[in-house]
C-alpha cells in the first residue's frame, strides 16, 4: 500500500506529497479551466502516469531479458472532452535511442510491456490510446 497526502494550497493549486519518501509535488488548474497553468494539472499527471508506468514496465521487461532501454525519451499529449469534461485520448510516442538496434523478439516484448503495465489496466476502456514507438532505424 502506498500513500499519498494531498492539501488544497488556494487559487486551484493543491500539494501532494509521497508520504514513504516525503517527494512533494505541486498541481494547478489548467488555463482552459480556470487556473493558472503554473503547474502539471491533475490530468496532465493522469495521462503522464501512463507514459512513466509504460516505459518503467519495459525497462523491467528489458533489464531482465538483457538489453537496455536508457535513454528512451517518450512524448505525451492528452485531449480532453466536455460533458463530462474528461480525458479523453492519450498519445504516446516513444523515441528509442539513436544508434541503438532492436531486434524483433525485443520489440516485441517492449510493446507486451506498454501495453499491460498497471495505469494501461487500470483505464477506462473508453479512453484512445495511440502508443506510437519510434526505433532509430
Known sequence: MTKMKTTYLGNLRTEIEH??????LITDAPLDNNGKGEFFSPTDLFASSLGA???TIMGMSAQSHGF????????????M????????????DFYFPKG???D????????AAAKTCPVANSLHPDIVKNIRF????
Open 19 to 24: 508520504v514513504q519518501s516525503g517527494n512533494k
Open 53 to 55: 508506468c509504460m516505459l
Open 68 to 79: 537496455s532501454i536508457d535513454g528512451t525519451v517518450l512524448e505525451t499529449e492528452k485531449t
Open 81 to 92: 472532452a466536455a460533458n463530462p469534461r474528461r480525458v479523453a485520448e492519450i498519445t504516446i
Open 100 to 102: 541503438v538496434r532492436y
Open 104 to 111: 524483433d523478439k525485443a520489440k516485441r516484448l517492449l510493446d
Open 134 to 137: 519510434h526505433f532509430d532505424e
